[in-house]
C-alpha cells in the first residue's frame, strides 16, 4: 500500500515531492527495507523531496540536508553526518538518536581546544572548540558507539572510570551502562566481534573517550 501511494505520487512527475512519515507503523524488518527503496528512487529520479518524520534513522538515511524543529521552530540545520556529530544543543543530539550527556566545567583552553573536568574530578580534552573559556560550565556529547571500554587497570588514555551496571547482548554487539558517579550512567555500544573482551557486572572499567569524537555544548544549550 506504501508502495502503492508513492508510485501514484510520482506518476505525474512532480517538480517536488512532500512525504509525511511514510515508513510509520511499519515493522523494523520491512521499514529498513522500504527505506533503502526510498533512497534508491531519490537518487535515481531526483525529484526534489521534503520528508516529514519523528524517526531519526529515517531522517538521517533519507536526507541531504536536514532540519530539526522543536517548540515549533527550527533548531539546527545542516548536513545530517554534522548534525548528528556536531549538534548545537541537547535537544538536537537526542532527537537523532542516542547519547550520553555529561555535565563539566573547562580547566583548560588550548590552541586546538580545552580540557574539561567532571563531575567526579576526570579530564577529558575536547577538541576544535573557540567558544569556551576557562570557568565555562557545559555538557559532554558522547555518542555510545563513539566510546569504547577498557579494564581499569589497563587504562592508558583520557576517559572516566567506572563500573559495569547493565550489559544486554544484542547480537551485534553489547550495550553497557557503566556507573560513573555522576547523575546517570554512561551508555556504551560496543561490537560482539570476538576480539574485544566481554565485561561482567561489576567489573571495574574505564570509558575511553577520544577527543575527536567528543563534543562540548553549553549547559544553556538544552
Known sequence: RRRLAIARALAVEPRVLLLDEPLANIDPTARKTLRLELAKLHRDLAVTTIHATRNAADALALSDRLAVTGGGRVLQVGDPDELYHRPSSRAV???LGP???VPVGVVEVRDLGVVVETEGGHRV???GIGAFHEGSRGLLVLRPETL???EAA???GPGIPGRVALRVFEGARHLYEIEVGGREPVRVEVPSSGVIPIFRLGD???VEVSSDTVVLIPETAR
Do not use: Q, W
Open 93 to 95: 543530539a537526542e532527537a
Open 99 to 101: 547519547a550520553n550527556f
Open 125 to 127: 580534552p575536547v577538541a
Open 148 to 150: 569504547s571500554l577498557v
Open 154 to 156: 589497563m587504562a592508558r
Open 204 to 206: 571495574g572499567v574505564r
